[in-house]
């Protein structure tokens, strides 16, 4: 009859236990947080733009071109009947190309991611735990500050070698260039989404074309609504930008019209939470 197998404490000290825990093994990266990540690649996008002062110089050619073939035309002209009293027809149409250069800045973002997609940045970023959203975002940050420079060299050409000089004051003034970089923001996101589909800088430029002559001329950007042909005035007054418009001057100028920042806000806000979602849905499609 064959023995019992029996242990000796040194062989169950040279056996491992199957329970015994062993050493943790490596964990996956779940990547930095979403606000570092906006950060990271918000400094990619300022550092690039740095290297390339023209892209803030090109973009700044078409609305200074309007300043000034505006005032010195038009300036020398009879005011029509609904101009405002006491205004200069610079104070006027100022915070107008204010506007235009907002609108110009936030094609920009959609140009932009254009170029990201075709760099291949955006290909080498999505194998990384980078979340889609933190790219766009980036984008319209970028964007912003490209728009706030170019704001602060409009005011001071205007200042200094046209004579701008608005009646409501710093604070006023401040509040209206804010208000027009909040809609630079918004409105890019819609030309951002429409980069996130279109995926091509051609035909982001001709949407450009299409949308921002039409509605920058068919509202009161350059002349009073009430001046306006019967049916140019009708589109004038339900134009988004001619509420930002009539808002922006308002306040820069003091003059009745700033109850129309309301309306621009909740407009642009919008505008805003479209283009995000849209930009996202489209920024997700393949390559």
């Known amino acids: 009859m064959t023995a019992p197998l029996t242990r000796t404490p040194e062989d169950r000290e040279a056996t491992?236990?199957?329970t015994a825990p062993g050493p943790p093994g490596p964990t996956a990266w779940s990547g930095s947080s979403m606000l570092g990540q906006v950060r990271v690649l918000t400094g990619r996008s300022l550092r690039a733009m740095a290297t390339d002062p023209g892209t803030v110089l090109f973009g700044l050619i078409q609305p200074v071109i309007i300043l000034f073939v505006l005032t010195q035309v038009f300036s020398k002209m009879g005011h029509p009947p609904h101009f405002p009293k006491g205004v200069s027809y610079l104070d006027f149409v100022l915070p107008a190309v204010l506007v235009d250069n907002a609108v110009q800045s936030a094609m920009q973002s959609g140009v932009g991611l254009v170029d990201d997609l075709k760099n291949g940045i955006v290909a080498r970023?999505?194998?990384l735990p980078i979340h889609p959203s933190s790219l766009?975002?980036?984008?319209?940050?970028?964007?912003?500050?490209?728009?706030?420079?170019q704001v602060v060299i409009i005011l001071v050409l205007g200042?200094?070698?046209?004579?701008?000089?608005?009646?409501?004051?710093?604070?006023?003034?401040?509040?209206?260039?804010?208000l027009t970089l909040f809609?630079?923001?918004?409105?890019?996101?819609?030309?951002?989404?429409?980069?996130?589909w279109l995926r091509r800088a051609e035909p982001m430029q001709n949407l450009a074309i299409i949308a921002i002559f039409p509605l920058m001329f068919a509202s009161s950007a350059y002349v009073p609504v009430d001046d306006l042909p019967a049916w140019l005035r009708v589109v004038a007054e339900v134009n988004p930008l001619t509420y930002a418009i009539d808002a922006t001057r308002a306040?820069?100028?003091?003059?009745?019209?700033?109850?129309?920042?309301?309306?621009?806000?909740?407009?642009?806000?919008c505008v805003a939470a479209a283009g995000a979602v849209a930009a996202v849905l489209g920024f997700r499609r393949p390559l």
């Open 125 to 127: 970023l999505r194998s």
């Open 183 to 196: 809609i630079s923001w918004t409105l890019g996101w819609a030309f951002i989404a429409a980069g996130a």
């Open 159 to 178: 200042i200094t070698v046209l004579g701008y000089s608005p009646k409501g004051g710093a604070g006023e003034l401040a509040a209206s260039a804010g």
């Open 251 to 269: 306040l820069a100028l003091d003059v009745p019209g700033a109850d129309a920042a309301l309306p621009a806000v909740l407009i642009s806000g």
């Open 136 to 149: 766009l975002i980036a984008r319209s940050i970028s964007s912003l500050v490209r728009s706030a420079i």
């Open 16 to 18: 491992p236990s199957a």
